[in-house]
């Protein structure tokens, strides 16, 4: 089925003194506005925004996938990072992926979720509501429903070749792909909400929920196990940064690649882009060439232990990148290390882009929290667990096929991983300016 396109849509610019919530649909901006007029803060708006969008973009994130949140507290007048990433079953070696094919759809393709862990700890630290409250919106929009949008169709028709038979009788319940304006339930789904706002992570990693995923995952020959789930933890980190002129900009450390456009913004400080013209061959080159050093870095060091951020990240080494950069290419295009596929192995070609969503909350107070989370490519792995509504990610795509690189498939690792949050300060005052997502080597959205 083929839908209308409607073009560019060009919105007038919204302002605000007292509190914002932007995502990528209205009704989990909407969700996050309705947190912040009840009393609650940046904090609590964003679990808001994020189950929300769980239930009305469930193809570009939700629960059972991963992310980053990037916080600014302005009573501590610190940034921290939540790190929910989800690890690798402890079972995922090489071999149980004979196939690219079998880490993108299906059971296996899924890491740990660690979407739960990352939503919890932060209202759990600095959430000021009810969790049930927080997660109403979300819960009544999958009871009751919610309409359709052309974008929700597109997504839903390119991935149900690939739905199990829960997600095809959840998201596609007429026996066909839902058509513009259409209500879709997701009645599970609001029914874990229920159980996540009542009962917390334990009921997710331990209780009712994780029950359900394992009990599915042995029924379908997956991965995940009640260790697993139980062994998850969010990890709170301090972010890295960079000064750039007369701003700090701030991202996660690694294994997040967002490091790499620091490094960028290190190599170029020195040069008077403005001067060169918008997008003259000459500004392309410099911006290119120093995209392309930066990017080695990233390729060779996000995904190791304990890369030597402090001296990536310096501005001797830039100088030193920068000296590289002359009339010629500095560095070949491609990079070390690639996940596409095994020598000689043919895959089928790639059934979508992928896919990620980010939003930024912020409150009277100064607090702003920047999240990028992502299920990896539309619907994650196709799969809903079980009874729970929730879609799977299929992050195990995320790693290499190269058993001698250092994001090969093993066991309880973490992987490189594109989505990097970005919050840039006044360097001066320290006060924010900008919050929003940064790519990598990555596809986000905008």
């Known amino acids: 089925m083929a839908f209308p396109s409607y073009g560019t849509t060009h919105r007038s610019t919204v302002t605000?003194?007292?509190?914002?919530a932007t995502s990528a649909h209205p009704l989990a901006s909407l969700a996050g506005a309705r947190m912040l007029l009840a009393g609650g803060n940046a904090f609590d708006a964003a679990v808001a925004v994020a189950s929300t969008l769980n239930v009305v973009e469930p193809y570009m994130s939700g629960i059972a996938g991963n992310g980053y949140m990037l916080l600014y507290n302005a009573k501590e007048k610190t940034h921290r990072v939540i790190d929910y990433l989800g690890t690798a079953p402890y079972a995922a070696t090489l071999d149980v992926y004979p196939t690219l094919e079998s880490q993108q759809v299906g059971i296996r393709a899924g890491m740990v979720?660690?979407?739960?862990?990352?939503?919890?700890a932060l209202l759990e630290r600095y959430g000021s509501m009810d969790h049930l409250d927080i997660f109403t919106p979300a819960i009544e929009l999958a009871e009751n429903g919610y309409a359709v949008t052309v974008k929700n169709a597109e997504f839903i028709a390119g991935a149900r070749p690939y739905f199990s038979e829960r997600a095809e009788e959840v998201i596609a319940s007429r026996g066909r792909t839902p058509h513009p304006g259409e209500v879709l339930v997701q009645k599970d789904l609001a029914n874990t909400?229920?159980?996540v706002a009542e009962g917390g992570a334990e009921a997710f990693y331990r209780g009712d929920i994780a029950k359900e995923i394992v009990r599915f995952s042995e029924e379908t020959d997956g991965l995940i196990t009640e260790k697993d789930l139980a062994d998850?933890?969010?990890?709170w980190q301090e972010p890295i940064s960079v000064t750039y002129k007369d701003y700090e900009v701030y991202c996660p450390p690694p294994p997040c690649s967002g490091f790499q456009y620091l490094e960028t913004l290190n190599i170029l400080e020195d040069d008077a882009l403005g001067e060169l013209g918008h997008n003259t061959p000459e500004y392309l080159h410099l911006l290119i060439e120093a995209i392309k050093l930066a990017s080695a870095d990233r390729a060779e060091y996000a995904p190791r232990p304990n890369p030597p951020i402090e001296r990536l990240l310096s501005k001797d080494y830039a100088r030193?990148?920068?000296?590289?950069i002359g009339e010629?290419?500095?560095?070949?295009?491609?990079?070390?290390?690639?996940?596409?596929?095994?020598?000689?192995?043919?895959?089928?070609d790639d059934w979508t882009t992928e896919c990620t969503t980010h939003f930024d909350t912020a409150d009277a107070e100064g607090n702003i929290v920047a999240v990028t989370q992502s299920l990896g490519q539309p619907f994650g792995s196709g799969v809903i667990l079980g009874s729970t509504g929730m879609f799977l990610n299929n992050f195990m795509n995320w790693f290499d096929r190269i058993p001698e690189s250092p994001n090969a498939v093993g066991p309880h690792k973490r992987i490189e991983m594109c989505m990097?949050?970005?919050?840039?300060?006044?360097?001066?005052t320290g006060k924010p300016r900008y919050s929003s997502n940064d790519t990598?080597?990555?596809?986000?959205p905008d």
């Open 193 to 195: 909400f229920r159980q």
């Open 320 to 324: 030193a990148q920068r000296e590289r």
């Open 328 to 348: 010629q290419a500095a560095v070949s295009g491609g990079e070390r290390w690639s996940k596409d596929k095994l020598p000689g192995e043919i895959v089928a």
């Open 440 to 444: 990598t080597d990555g596809v986000e």
């Open 232 to 235: 998850f933890e969010v990890e």
């Open 16 to 20: 605000g003194t007292r509190g914002m």
């Open 420 to 428: 990097s949050p970005c919050q840039v300060c006044d360097w001066h």
């Open 113 to 120: 979720p660690g979407g739960c862990g990352g939503w919890l």
